[in-house]
């Protein structure tokens, strides 16, 4: 049973942008922090950014610098992860998950208990 599907990932130039979006069932939506992680082949899967409940906290990882943007929006069941000027080395795919806790969005330890099956996103030079 599938409970989170991203989408929105492409080939993109380098200083373009895309939008990724994170969409599941109304139960965790309302209930769930959500988060983005990344992982470039051959790398270990890196954070990305997370969202809580509500979307009063936010945490990014250090290496966005103000490019990227995570938004939620509960009356459509979806999280979104704005990325401009991006750059070849944010080639990845990119995962979204969910938990009732905050710590594991952003960890991903303990395992959050849920994870979506990744969307490519691929920035060309």
């Known amino acids: 049973q599938v409970q989170l599907v991203e989408s929105g990932g492409g080939l993109v130039q380098a200083g373009g942008s895309l939008r990724l979006s994170c969409e599941g069932s109304?139960?965790?939506?309302?209930?769930?922090?959500i988060g983005w992680f990344r992982q470039a082949p051959g790398k270990e899967r890196e954070f990305v950014a997370a969202?809580?409940?509500?979307?009063?906290?936010?945490s990014y990882a250090d290496f966005e610098k103000g490019r990227f943007i995570i938004s939620r929006d509960n009356s459509k069941n979806t999280v979104y992860l704005q990325m401009n000027s991006l750059k070849p080395e944010d080639t990845a795919v990119y995962y979204c998950?969910?938990?009732?806790?905050?710590?594991?969005?952003?960890?991903?330890?303990?395992?959050?208990?849920?994870w979506g099956q990744g969307t490519q996103v691929t920035v060309s030079s």
């Open positions: 969202i809580t409940v509500s979307g009063g906290g936010i």
């Open positions: 109304a139960r965790i939506f309302s209930n769930y922090a």
């Open positions: 998950n969910a938990d009732r806790n905050f710590g594991p969005v952003t960890r991903g330890e303990p395992p959050p208990e849920y």
